[in-house]
């Protein structure tokens, strides 16, 4: 089933979005402890060290949580297998961008 | 709708044990999964992968697949049909546990084992007491050209939405949105949708949806954060004597002024010409040197005359030869 509406309201989404731990519960649907877990094996970190119910997560936290219950679910991972994936995942695709920009730049130097 | 082979989409023979059929399932799973993969069909490979593993993995399902494999149940046309007959004794539809994602099992499973998707998702956060729950945030990602981004656009994007049935089964629609995209969005950079994730239950707010930037590559320019690069050729000459040249940018065509004594791989910076934002980036011209396929005879003489002019300067010196 296909639906389709007009949107005229975007956000852009900055650093200075940010989403408390109550907030991040509700948004990704899982609880609390989770989150607290998440962060103790460093998966996900708060934008500032503090207090657990002080806590402020921005915008690619958010992301990097729904990406990590996509693989805890999928790939049954661990959390130090999750923190770990996850941050190789980044240099991957990091370096992925990395070489193809290169890739590119040297292309054109070889071209003619 | 076609008979889809499991076994071959797990890569294992009709007579492999369940624990190769583990092994060959955990392999893929990791080898296609969407947020691993780099591969262009990944998705569709892994939910094909999850689904086939979720019928041989259970004794009962891969027993009833067997014989629908060996009855041939096709009709007239070369399509799969079940036969007339055919219910499930696996009963899938009572929202039987399943690890994977049923949301996105295909029409052909469906038909063999009844609708995928279990409420088990809705318990085990413990919602239930209150019926309201708030819907889920959606993530995806949005692919632009480099002038859209640049400049702006209106793009029409797909995404799957989740969504609770009024019996608490988890199921998915596609829906299709016309998201204006302001300029100067880079890659890695997200913009919401706010109220456009998964229906909130029981009269609670909707999710929101996120969309990640992605850049697709350009012939010409390449992009580093909010910085666009450009390598611009330059004549020998230009590099030597300095000249001002015209040089390509997103919003029109720029004079740069190339200092004299220019080499390869020198960096000119255009302050604000990358992508537009607070503050923008810049496009950085990256300097080649080239030269002329074939040279005149009159070129040749006056290249004969810079060599004997230049004899004292050797290129290969920090070559130690």
Known sequence: MTRKTIISTVEVLGQSDTYTLRELCERGGVNAEFIIELVSYGVIAPVEERPAHQWQFDTLALARLSRAMRLQRDLQLNLPGLAMSLDLLDEVNELRREVARLNQQLSRLIAD | ?321
């Open chain 2, 1 to 321: 709708m076609e008979f889809k082979d499991y076994y071959k989409i797990l890569g294992v023979a009709e007579a492999a044990s369940a624990d190769d059929v583990k092994k060959a399932y955990r392999k893929l799973a990791r080898k296609y999964h969407p947020d691993v993969s780099k591969e262009q069909d990944a998705e569709v490979r892994f939910k094909e992968v999850g689904e086939a593993y979720e019928v041989l993995k259970d004794p009962e399902k891969r027993a009833e697949y067997d014989q629908l494999k060996r009855m041939g149940a096709y009709s007239e046309d070369g399509r799969f049909r079940p036969p007339p007959d055919w219910e499930s004794a696996s009963n899938f539809n009572g929202g039987g546990f399943t690890e994977a994602d049923a949301r996105h099992f295909s029409d052909f499973f469906e038909s063999i084992f009844g609708r995928g998707g279990s409420a088990h998702r809705t318990y085990k956060q413990g919602h239930q007491q209150s019926f309201r729950m708030r819907g889920e945030d959606v993530h995806a990602k949005i692919a632009l050209f480099l002038e859209e981004a640049f400049h702006g656009c209106e793009k029409q994007v797909q995404v799957q939405v989740p969504e609770i049935d009024e019996y608490g089964l988890v199921g998915h629609r596609s829906k299709s949105l016309n998201v204006k995209i302001p300029a100067g969005m880079g890659p890695g950079q997200h913009i919401r949708l706010r109220g456009q994730g998964a229906a909130g239950f029981g009269g609670a707010e909707n999710g929101d949806l996120f969309l990640e930037v992605e850049l697709a590559p350009h012939p010409v320019y390449s992009v580093d954060g909010k910085d666009i690069y450009l390598t611009l050729p330059v004549s020998p000459w230009e590099a030597a004597l300095g000249a001002t040249v015209t040089a390509p940018t997103l919003s029109g065509k720029v004079n740069v002024k190339v200092p004299k004594g220019a080499s390869s791989g020198q960096k000119l910076r255009l302050k604000g010409k990358g992508l537009p934002g607070n503050p923008a980036g810049d496009q950085i011209i990256v300097l080649q040197v080239t030269l002329p396929k074939s040279h005149s005879a009159d070129a040749e003489a006056l290249y004969k005359e810079l060599a004997e002019k230049e004899k004292s300067y050797n290129p290969r010196s920090k070559l130690g030869v």
